[in-house]
């Protein structure tokens, strides 16, 4: 592992815990970034374009400007790489950030209460946006914008949060015990 790459999300997870979902937001997340940026790019282009060449000083300035604004949107990209959703039986982590890791983490006992939104965009691209309540307190991950396919993902959820635990315990076990056996038949 690279000093400079973000820890994979599912080294923060438990012997104990099952996996259930791991994403990331959708790309709709950047349409924004990407129409501010390429709006700056066309003004800084068109205008070094349009002054006459002894100002060229005030080209090259709008030249560097021009890099900062690719060079933020490169950072902006990267960050949205990086930021990563794991839903486990037990447990919702989000890992983000590049040179600095933040992991917010919330237990799937905490939930009371899921709400589902779906907008016109996203139902357009495929995404929406689910909020989760717990008990009386606000959490780190109440409410996550950009989710794709957010109708597995509520379904996944209820079902965690709502459904029947000696069945999903009795899956669990089943899941372990034939992960073990390709484990074994590999090394032997």
Not at 64 to 85: P, S
Not at 117 to 133: D, H, N, Q
Not at 142 to 164: C, M
């Amino acid at each position: 592992m690279s000093l400079f790459s973000p820890r994979d999300p599912d080294e923060y997870l438990l012997d104990t815990e099952r996996r259930v979902i791991r994403i990331r937001r959708h790309w709709a997340t950047l349409l924004w970034d990407s129409f501010e940026s390429g709006a700056l790019l066309s003004v800084a282009v068109m205008v070094s374009y349009l002054l006459p060449p002894a100002l060229w000083v005030v080209q090259n300035v709008l030249w560097y400007a021009a890099l900062i604004v690719i060079l933020r949107f490169m950072w902006l990209v990267m960050e949205w790489w990086v930021e990563t959703l794991v839903v486990t039986d037990k447990r919702f982590i989000m890992t983000k950030g590049i040179f600095t890791t933040k992991v917010l983490m919330m237990p799937i006992s905490k939930v009371t209460d899921l709400t589902y939104k779906r907008s016109a965009a996203g139902r357009l691209f495929g995404y929406g946006t689910i909020v989760i309540e717990s008990a009386g307190q606000i959490q780190a991950l109440n409410h996550i914008d950009y989710l794709p396919r957010p109708e597995e993902f509520y379904d996944s959820i209820s079902e965690l949060v709502f459904g029947d635990k000696k069945k999903q315990a009795e899956r669990f076990s089943m899941i372990k015990a034939q992960r073990a056996a390709r484990g074994k038949r590999k090394v032997g």
